[in-house]
């Protein structure tokens, strides 16, 4: 059974490749736009191709059973076409709920007629990194909404997820809402990274309007957006599930965990 991993050195699309060989997966394609840069393991069959440009995808697709789809609306329904025409028998997408800016993913793998695992994942604790710069140079953070709630989950979760999926039968036609363990605050995992350093941080709240100044340097035109949704979380937290040790068998990492293993990006050199 060939196994096609599109975005293959991307944050998701690495951590699958991981995941399958881990799992006893023999026949792993990795889809990258560069290949001479992967650094991926030698019983890999890296080829090269990029979703954005479908017609680089044929010959990555010839052969393939199943697929991991990377996120990517804009050329979703021509990847899907060609996948199908390929004989690809099952795609496991990351993207998101009704209502969610990736559910047009989900509604497209649906209407490609191929058979469908989708996995809705919330925020990812790695975009916690955004504070990194902060606290190796100021000590502390400054950002809004210190009383909005979710659970984030580690990328390498949900890329084990997605491993089983591609690899174990059962899992057809279902939507997986993906979760850390917990529900926390935006002060509680700015305190969760203070432990991994052995210090406190302090949390200095910050108006909307000076949050969007600030991550406008970053995110352009999506800073607004994306404060409106922390915004949200104030009232509505977003409650853990337990989908991940359901189908992997194992509890889902803490944030507290990932902050451990990922302490030297929050660490001054």
Known sequence: MTILVTGATGSVGRLVVDHLLAAGATDVR????????????????????????????????????????????????????????????????????????????????????????????GE???????WADQIRTTGQVRDAYPDAANAPIAMDDIAAVA???????????????????????????????????GRDIPYVELTREQAVEQLSKAMGEYADWYLEGKAALVAHPQQAVATVAQVTGRPATTFAQWAVKHVDAFRVA
């Open 163 to 197: 491993a089983l999926a591609l690899i174990e039968d059962g899992h057809v036609g279902r939507a997986y809402e993906l979760t850390g363990p917990e529900s926390l605050t935006r002060a509680d995992l700015v305190r969760c990274i203070g432990a991994a350093l």
């Open 30 to 121: 990795a889809l990258t736009n560069k290949p001479e840069k992967a650094a991926l393991p030698n019983e890999v069959d890296v080829v090269k191709g990029y979703i954005g440009l479908p017609e680089t995808l044929p010959p990555a697709l010839e052969g393939v059973d199943r697929m991991y789809l990377a996120p990517l609306t804009e050329t979703v329904h021509e990847v899907l076409a060609l996948a199908r025409k390929a004989g690809v028998q099952h795609v496991v997408d990351l993207a998101g709920p009704e209502g969610n800016w990736w559910h047009a993913i989900e509604v497209a793998v649906e209407e490609s007629g191929i058979a469908w695992t989708h996995l809705d994942a």
């Open 124 to 130: 990812f604790m790695e975009n916690s990194l955004i």
